[in-house]
């Protein structure tokens, strides 16, 4: 039977290290870490993670801003808001809130932001440095949260990532790309699948280390698990019933893996922990 990977406590540690770290910079420096969320449009799910985000800010000291706009801002309208937070020194890290509701561009908006406040790593250059790093000591200041949240909890079993086989079932820009990167500038051998993958079983059963971000419910089983592999299942999927599942059949797949992340209380707490994680980053950074 797996380990299973805790990580509302991984997140809850990290998060209890940024707000002692928060208040020696404010007590020796002055400086208070600020982060601004801007959501466009009504999406629920979107106000719930906007919410979620500034609930910890505030948790952990960090000042932040909720901006909301109606679904019909034109484009220009939140580019030049972007441009205010960009100059904005009590704001050192910016977040859009995705995805954006039609007509917006979130490729555009995203270039907006200024790169040293892109605590989401999202903006072209970041991803771009992303892409050029050999080693880990060599990316941005500012990775992707969920897929920087991906590595802690790997490393937090304890699991030597250099060397394996790592496989990453997705390949999107926010999840699956930069969760091989990071696995790339760890030293593993990371493999990508995606929708148009032949023989994904066997390309999932020769994972030592397996990281799912594909949206689709309980694909991958536990047939397709090399015995003992780590398991981090991104995946976040609502059920008829109401039931949150992952893209991993948990239940069956954790006689199979060696340890494996639940959803929900995996990868979802991780996420805000990196982010949090980002925001102070910035403001030291900025502070020199
Ligand atoms: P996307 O839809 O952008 O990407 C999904 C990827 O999975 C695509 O690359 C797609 O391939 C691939 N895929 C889809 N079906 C299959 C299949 N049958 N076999 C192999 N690959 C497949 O999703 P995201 O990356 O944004 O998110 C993935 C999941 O992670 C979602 O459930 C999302 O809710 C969750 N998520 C969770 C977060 C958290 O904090 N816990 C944060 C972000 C996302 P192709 O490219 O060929 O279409």
Do not use: D, I
């Given at each position: 039977m797996a380990m299973i990977i805790d990580g509302k406590a991984v997140a809850q540690r990290i998060r209890d290290g940024l707000k002692a770290e928060v208040a020696k910079l404010q007590k020796e420096r002055g400086i208070t870490p600020g982060l601004a969320a801007v959501l466009v449009g009504e999406n629920p799910a979107s106000k719930v993670y906007v919410n979620m985000k500034a609930k910890a800010c505030e948790e952990a000291g960090i000042y932040s801003e909720k901006i909301y706009l109606p679904a019909d801002t034109p484009q220009e309208r939140l580019v030049n808001l972007v441009h205010e937070l960009n100059q904005n020194k009590k704001i050192h890290g910016i977040l859009i809130q995705l995805p954006l509701p039609p007509p917006l561009d979130e490729h555009t908006v995203l270039q907006e932001v200024d790169p040293d406040k892109d605590v989401d790593g999202f903006h072209p250059v970041n991803l771009g440095k992303l892409l050029s790093?050999?080693?880990?000591?060599?990316?941005?200041?500012?990775?992707?949260?969920t897929p920087a949240g991906c590595i802690k909890l790997i490393e937090s079993t304890g699991t030597e990532i250099e060397g394996v086989n790592a496989v990453v079932v997705g390949r999107s820009v926010i999840v699956g790309k930069p969760a091989a990167m990071l696995l790339l500038a760890k030293q593993a051998t990371v493999t990508v699948a995606h929708s148009r993958t032949k023989n994904l079983k066997e390309i999932c059963r020769q994972a030592d280390i397996l990281v799912v971000a594909?949206?689709?419910?309980?694909?991958?089983?536990?047939?397709?698990i090399k015995p003992g592999a780590v398991v981090i299942d991104v995946g976040v999927n609502r059920m008829s019933d109401g039931k949150l599942v992952g893209d991993v059949d948990f239940e069956a797949a954790k006689e199979v893996a060696g340890s494996i992340t639940p959803v929900?209380?995996?990868?979802g707490p991780m996420t805000i922990a990196m982010l949090l994680s980002n925001t102070v980053a910035s403001a030291k950074r900025s502070a020199g």
């Open positions: 790093a050999k080693f880990w000591n060599e990316l941005p200041p500012f990775v992707p949260c594909a949206g689709k419910a309980r694909l991958v089983t536990a047939g397709m929900p209380g995996g990868v």
